[in-house]
């Protein structure tokens, strides 16, 4: 375990790079000694994998060896307890469910894109200052049919599988009109329900797979009982205890379906419809913010592209396309009746995700405006192809990650055609790298100060810190494990805290060495509180949630 520490001639909260706080470690000592010196709490040890393991075939490929956040799970399943290093909080009793990519071949084949990977979840069950982990293959239609046949049978986000003839591939084109072609691999979020259920998500609204948290079992599809029809969705609903909320993006008349669907049901409801603006298809809504009162529907110039999603091999933006003459536009509707009541042209912007928005109001409590913040990354495209599998292997040193930003939309609510896009702090806060943000969610849809993020120390080819963002000071806190790759920081607030930050920040990181560890930070100071070192390291992971003890 490497211990924390701080240059000796700086204390914990001094400002260097640019102000920015960085937590630096020295070279892993030996677990139990390291601790025990320090007083710290070992209060587990890790029991070995299940007997029941399935060994998946092991990936080809002379890169691989860069970081195991870009390799393939190395078993099935693994379950057991952690040994904890430090003090995990004894009100954090609950589970935290990730999911993302994680196996990237089917035998000697290997996948090219970092989103093409079949799902992995990840759990770690905390319990009264003591933590388990598990892991298990998402078994969607596209996974069990990859091993049954040893090669790709559904369209994935690069990939396409092999037609033999012309006559095959017509089949294929057949098949992807009517969506049977498209992939169920769930491998993108994971949300709980109001009712209780556990969901994982990706962009085919088939991709929505029910899972139990406890062993991780594929429980089966979640099947909507409505007739709205649709093939995609967008990857990321806003879920809260009384509501869930998505876009489904209509490529025939370019434009978004707002829905609403209530705990214990299947059923989407319309609210209302945006109508596109630009051209020629709707704009990728990988997610979307929404406040109190109001969902904001973006239209990014980087649109869905039909043309892109016939061909066999994949184009440098996938399917999509870059569409700047198109322009970008925002758009809000009123949860209550449906109807668009502002809609504003923003400059050109790229982003996957939004943080938060909230309802700007003048002294007498008038809406005036929407502001609406995002992880954008200043309207270059190049992000997609970043993130083949290729690119993320062959980090030499050089700095290659796109800049990024806290982008922060105002949309004036008084019928003014234009709005306005900036930065919400100054970017070198943390490093120009920003994506997988998380927020307290008892501020989803208010107005809030913390948000939690993967920045970047640069060089590097991917986001390689955790920051703390604090949009009132324009200031940010990071956390850095020289070599390793963290995944998304996701919040759990304190029972009963008064302070938006007053909790801990869950993460996973998978190192350079092979290994991987959960890691707990105080959400207030950013120090680590604890930590718990994995069997052996696991593959970058995407979105998480949290599901509380009852």
Same mark, same amino acid.
């Given at each position: 375990m490497?211990?924390?520490s701080?240059?000796?001639?700086?204390?914990?909260?001094?400002n260097?790079?640019?102000?920015?706080?960085?937590?630096?470690?020295?070279?892993?000592?030996?677990?139990?000694?390291d601790?025990?010196?320090?007083?710290?709490?070992?209060s587990?040890?890790?029991?070995k994998?299940?007997s029941?393991?399935?060994?998946p075939?092991?990936? *080809?490929?002379?890169?691989?060896?860069?970081?195991?956040?870009w390799?393939?799970?190395k078993?099935?399943?693994?379950?057991?307890?952690?040994?904890v290093?430090?003090?995990i909080?004894?009100?954090?009793?609950?589970?935290?469910?990730?999911?993302?990519? %994680?196996?990237?071949?089917?035998?000697?084949?290997?996948?090219?894109?970092?989103?093409d990977?079949?799902?992995?979840?990840?759990?770690l069950?905390?319990?009264?200052?003591?933590?388990?982990?598990?892991?298990?293959?998402i *078994?969607s239609?596209?996974?069990?049919?990859?091993?049954?046949n040893?090669?790709?049978?559904y369209?994935?986000?690069?990939?396409v =599988?092999?037609?033999d003839?012309f006559?095959?591939?017509?089949?294929?084109?057949?098949?992807?009109?009517?969506?049977?072609?498209?992939?169920d691999?769930?491998?993108?979020?994971?949300?709980?329900?109001?009712?209780?259920?556990?969901?994982c998500l990706?962009?085919?609204?088939?991709?929505?797979?029910v899972?139990?948290?406890?062993?991780?079992?594929?429980?089966g599809?979640?099947?909507?009982?409505?007739?709205l029809?649709?093939?995609?969705?967008?990857?990321?609903?806003?879920?809260?205890?009384?509501?869930?909320?998505?876009?489904?993006?209509?490529?025939?008349?370019?434009?978004?379906?707002?829905?609403?669907m209530?705990?214990?049901?299947n059923e989407?409801?319309?609210i209302?419809?945006?109508?596109?603006?630009?051209?020629?298809?709707?704009?990728?809504?990988?997610?979307?913010?929404?406040?109190e009162?109001?969902?904001?529907?973006?239209?990014?110039p980087?649109?869905?592209?039909?043309?892109n999603?016939?061909?066999?091999? =994949?184009?440098?933006?996938?399917?999509?396309?870059?569409h700047?003459e198109?322009?970008?536009?925002?758009?809000?509707m009123?949860?209550a009746?449906?109807?668009?009541?502002?809609?504003?042209?923003?400059?050109?912007?790229?982003t996957f995700?939004?943080?938060?928005?909230?309802?700007?109001?003048? *002294?007498?409590?008038?809406?005036?405006?929407?502001i609406?913040?995002?992880?954008?990354h200043?309207?270059d495209?190049?992000?997609?192809?970043?993130l083949?599998?290729?690119?993320?292997?062959?980090?030499?040193?050089?700095?290659?990650? =796109?800049?990024?930003r806290?982008?922060r939309?105002?949309?004036?609510?008084?019928?003014?055609?234009y709005?306005?896009?900036?930065a919400?702090?100054d970017?070198n806060?943390?490093?120009?790298?920003?994506?997988?943000?998380?927020?307290? =969610?008892n501020?989803? %849809?208010?107005?809030?100060?913390y948000?939690?993020?993967?920045g970047?120390?640069?060089?590097?080819?991917?986001?390689?810190?955790?920051t703390?963002?604090?949009l009132?000071?324009?200031?940010?806190?990071n956390?850095v494990?020289?070599?390793?790759?963290?995944s998304?920081?996701?919040f759990?607030?304190r029972p009963?805290?008064?302070?938006?930050d007053?909790g801990?920040?869950i993460?996973?990181?998978?190192?350079?060495?092979?290994?991987g560890?959960?890691?707990?930070?105080?959400?207030?100071t950013?120090?680590?509180?604890?930590?718990?070192?994995?069997?052996y390291g696991l593959?970058y992971?995407l979105?998480?949630?949290?599901?509380?003890?009852?």
């Amino acid at each position: 375990m490497a211990s924390l520490s701080f240059s000796s001639s700086l204390k914990p909260c001094s400002n260097i790079y640019s102000r920015k706080i960085i937590t630096r470690y020295r070279a892993k000592h030996d677990y139990n000694t390291d601790y025990q010196s320090r007083g710290l709490t070992i209060s587990n040890v890790a029991t070995k994998p299940p007997s029941n393991v399935v060994i998946p075939s092991k990936q *080809e490929d002379g890169n691989i060896k860069k970081n195991v956040a870009w390799t393939s799970v190395k078993q099935e399943r693994w379950q057991g307890d952690l040994l904890v290093q430090g003090e995990i909080p004894l009100w954090l009793n609950g589970t935290y469910l990730r999911n993302g990519p %994680g196996l990237w071949n089917i035998g000697d084949y290997n996948f090219r894109h970092l989103f093409d990977g079949y799902a992995t979840l990840v759990r770690l069950h905390f319990e009264n200052g003591r933590l388990s982990m598990a892991h298990r293959q998402i *078994e969607s239609d596209a996974y069990k049919a990859s091993r049954k046949n040893n090669k790709l049978c559904y369209r994935e986000f690069s990939e396409v =599988p092999k037609t033999d003839s012309f006559l095959s591939y017509i089949g294929d084109i057949a098949k992807l009109f009517s969506g049977a072609s498209l992939t169920d691999n769930a491998n993108t979020g994971v949300v709980k329900l109001g009712d209780g259920r556990v969901v994982c998500l990706t962009e085919t609204i088939k991709g929505s797979i029910v899972i139990d948290p406890n062993d991780l079992d594929t429980i089966g599809k979640f099947e909507y009982s409505d007739n709205l029809g649709g093939l995609i969705h967008s990857a990321h609903p806003i879920v809260t205890d009384s509501e869930f909320l998505t876009l489904l993006p209509d490529l025939i008349n370019p434009g978004y379906v707002v829905v609403r669907m209530e705990p214990g049901s299947n059923e989407r409801k319309v609210i209302g419809r945006v109508n596109c603006r630009g051209g020629p298809s709707p704009g990728w809504v990988h997610s979307f913010p929404a406040t109190e009162h109001y969902v904001v529907v973006p239209e990014m110039p980087l649109r869905y592209c039909a043309g892109n999603l016939l061909k066999a091999e =994949p184009t440098p933006l996938y399917k999509f396309q870059w569409h700047p003459e198109s322009k970008g536009y925002m758009h809000v509707m009123c949860k209550a009746s449906g109807n668009v009541v502002a809609s504003v042209e923003v400059p050109l912007y790229v982003t996957f995700h939004f943080i938060n928005a909230y309802e700007e109001k003048d *002294e007498e409590g008038r809406v005036t405006a929407i502001i609406a913040d995002c992880c954008e990354h200043n309207a270059d495209t190049t992000i997609l192809q970043k993130l083949t599998l290729q690119n993320l292997r062959s980090f030499s040193g050089e700095d290659v990650l =796109p800049d990024a930003r806290v982008g922060r939309f105002r949309i004036p609510m008084d019928g003014s055609p234009y709005g306005s896009l900036e930065a919400a702090l100054d970017p070198n806060e943390h490093g120009k790298g920003m994506d997988m943000c998380s927020i307290n =969610p008892n501020f989803l %849809g208010k107005k809030y100060r913390y948000t939690y993020a993967c920045g970047a120390q640069r060089p590097c080819n991917f986001p390689n810190t955790l920051t703390k963002i604090d949009l009132m000071n324009k200031t940010a806190k990071n956390w850095v494990d020289e070599g390793s790759i963290p995944s998304e920081p996701f919040f759990v607030a304190r029972p009963g805290a008064t302070e938006e930050d007053d909790g801990v920040v869950i993460s996973m990181i998978s190192d350079k060495n092979g290994e991987g560890y959960a890691l707990l930070l105080d959400g207030a100071t950013f120090q680590e509180i604890a930590r718990a070192k994995f069997p052996y390291g696991l593959p970058y992971g995407l979105h998480g949630c949290w599901v509380p003890k009852t």
